[in-house]
């Protein structure tokens, strides 16, 4: 978790320092003050060969008041200072604490600059490279990755100035003198004020096969997933696609649809964790994909997919069912009556996405009327209407987070 200030916090304490300059020029003044009437006394005596008793009277009295003036003032000097020493072991504690936060955190720290070159870092991130700390700031952190994967992770790096998200990339690492080892790092961006980028704040961890397994990384398809920069979305996000790729989810639902002439939506497909999409798998000119809800994705390239037969073998079936979903959704479009249409994507939507429950079998996406309308080539109106029928009829109900459940007996 990445704190929006640098990695040991600055306190400012500028109040107390400028009440500080206030004594002190007050007590400056006051001593020039007494200075000067101290000479203007001594003029006085050099230049009358007698001195009058009632001014010599009134001079001690004078001095015996300016004196006693310095000495408060010197007097609120010393307790000044004592709060300031106060404040600044305060401040000099909480740095250290702070800095032993950073310094033996569990995960691995490091601050870069734009160029990704090593500014600071924590004992555990030394650790995980096999090197002290004095030997990594200053180098780029691309020297810590195999030469074969340089390449890709300095094009991902260079793409992190266009995002302020969070961005997690899972690389190998090569420690100096020791074994590779998988590891995720986590990103974020700080700009300045004119939003230019002027540090990135990386978090280190190790995730061997099975440390990735166990943290909910990575699943299952491993060999999709790896070495790849997992781009984040938004629930409502629209998500642009490139030609020749093919999007892999790793995290949540997404929407495909297309429009019609007269300009309306039609749902033509749904992916959700383990599923792919892309345009490449498309001839439609329109194909739009929104998310339903926070989507975590990975991109394949059509060329790789080709060039290697592990990962055409485990993305082929992916494939067919993404295309055996767009041919269930043309099948629900086809049919005569709205009604019908409607209790066929009820049914198709019961063996994709169904989960048992108590009363039934509980939808695990949630879809808006207008979903709904668009995947039946109807109106929201007339939907929501055969929605409270069937609700009305006893066939389907909602859950607390408004999820379809179909009745057993449905």
Known sequence: ??????????????????????????????????????????????????????????????????????????????????????????????????????????????????????????????????????????????????????????????????????????????PHHGESFDAALTVRVVRNQQGKVVSLYWLLRNISMSQRWQSGLVKNDNDIIWNRRVYQYCKGDNIPLKPLEILYVCQGWVKLTTFCGTGEEILVGLARAGMVFGSSMTSLNIYQVTALSDVHLVSISVSEMAASPTLSQTLLPKVNQRLQQTESFLAISGRRQLQERLLHLLEFLKQEFGETVSEGTRLSIRLTHQDIASACCANRVTITRLITKLKQQGIISFDSKQHIILKNSY
Not at 2 to 22: D, K, T
Not at 32 to 55: F, G, N, Q, S, V
Not at 56 to 83: I, M
Not at 112 to 133: C, D, G, H, P
Request: hydrophobic residues 40%; contains cysteine.
């Open 1 to 174: 978790m990445f704190c929006s200030q640098p990695i040991f916090c600055r306190y400012s304490h500028s109040s107390i320092f400028g009440n500080r300059l206030v004594n002190i020029e007050i007590f400056v003044q006051r001593t020039e003050a007494l200075h000067k009437h101290l000479a203007d006394l001594y003029r006085t005596i050099t230049i009358l060969p007698w001195m009058p008793p009632e001014l010599l009277s009134q001079a001690f009295k004078e001095l015996h008041s300016t004196s006693g003036t310095l000495q408060l003032a010197v007097e609120e000097l010393f307790q000044q200072n004592e709060q300031l020493i106060q404040t600044q072991n305060f401040l000099e504690a909480e740095r250290e604490r702070y800095q032993d936060l950073f310094e033996f955190a569990p995960d691995g720290y490091l601050v870069t600059n734009a160029e990704s070159v090593i500014q600071e870092a924590n004992y555990t991130a030394a650790r995980l490279l096999n090197v002290s700390k004095n030997f990594l700031v200053g180098k780029p952190l691309v020297n810590f990755v195999p030469l074969e994967d340089r390449q890709h992770i300095r094009s991902e790096i260079n793409q992190l100035s266009q995002s302020d998200r969070g961005t997690e990339l899972l690389v190998p690492l090569q």
